[in-house]
């Protein structure tokens, strides 16, 4: 009787094992590419944040600064300008996975020149030797509408 029972009992259990452990593998597996994914869209959603934040710390210093003289706007300037480059560097190498590379990329150089822009812009607006009309350039750079056109195509 234990000859007929015994080794398909046994074939059962030893499939049963090789196929848990290979599910077991699988399923880590996915959970690390997923915790990488989480981790690095986190990442970018805390610099983009910190990329927006210091925008609009720009802009409310040359809205409520803008009447008064450079020198008074230069050290409030710099340490703005300074962490906005940081974080958009930071930005930038952030891991990005292999299926997500090209776009991700896309959307990381648009955030690099439009920081390189705002930056520039107002560098210009702040050197000693400028006498740019405030209101005048800040009119000219992008507008969030253009920025918006170029993921409607998507």
């Not at 090789?18 to 997923?34: G, P, Q």
């Not at 702040?126 to 750079?141: A, M, Q, Y």
Request: negative net charge; proline residues 5%.
């Amino acid at each position: 009787m234990w000859k007929y029972v015994f080794p398909p009992l046994l074939t059962v259990v030893i499939l049963w094992i090789l196929v848990s452990f290979a599910t077991t593998l699988y399923i880590n597996w996915v959970e690390e590419a997923h915790r990488r994914v989480v981790q690095e869209n986190y990442a970018s959603i805390t610099e983009a944040d910190a990329i927006q934040d210091g925008a609009r710390r720009i802009e409310a210093l040359f809205s409520k600064e803008a009447s008064t003289d450079q020198a008074t706007i230069i050290p409030l300037w710099r340490p703005i300008a300074d962490e906005l480059q940081t974080r958009s560097r930071n930005l930038s190498e952030i891991n990005v996975s292999p299926d997500d590379g090209k776009q991700d990329g896309k959307q990381v150089a648009l955030a690099s020149s439009l920081v390189e822009e705002i930056c520039s812009l107002a560098a210009e607006v702040v050197s000693p030797d400028s006498e740019i009309d405030l209101e005048n350039k800040l009119e000219v750079g992008v507008s969030p509408n253009s920025a918006s056109s170029d993921n409607d195509g998507k």
